[in-house]
Nanobody, 126 residues
Framework: QLQVVESGGGLVRPGGSLILSCAAS????????IGWFRQAPGKEREGVSC????????YYADSVKGRFTITKDNANNTVYLQMNSLKFEDTAVYYC???????????????????WGQGTQVTVSS
């Protein structure tokens, strides 16, 4: 069974940094794309970033480009989301998800992801 578990959320001041982790179990990261999504209260879920099973492929939403970096550690079967220069509007519950393996490249569209984690809260506040 494909499972992912997020961790690393917390409270941070504007301009600060956090690293989110997405630990995978039951599958090999080489074979699946992993996406990060977020949902703020009263807003729709947003695709933030993803890293594909195809080497070197990644995606970032315009709202986080240049501030967030997604990486994959195959040895530890974990995907990381480094978040720098955090803003108030980055406050949300962040989810990681496993992409359907039929897709060669990952994207920010939630409907191509099959398995989701429980989420981790990120709050940016002064």
């Amino acid at each position: 069974q494909l499972q992912v578990v997020e961790s690393g959320g917390g409270l941070v001041r504007p301009g600060g940094s956090l690293i989110l982790s997405c630990a995978a179990s039951g599958f090999n990261l080489d074979l699946y794309g992993i996406g990060w999504f977020r949902q703020a209260p009263g807003k729709e879920r947003e695709g933030v970033s993803c890293i594909g099973k195809t080497a070197g492929w990644s995606y970032y939403a315009d709202s986080v480009k240049g501030r967030f970096t997604i990486t994959k550690d195959n040895a530890n079967n974990t995907v990381y989301l480094q978040m720098n220069s955090l803003k108030f509007e980055d406050t949300a519950v962040y989810y990681c998800a496993v992409q359907n393996p039929a897709y060669l490249y990952c994207s920010g569209y939630a409907n191509v992801y099959d398995s989701w984690g429980q989420g981790t809260q990120v709050t940016v506040s002064s």
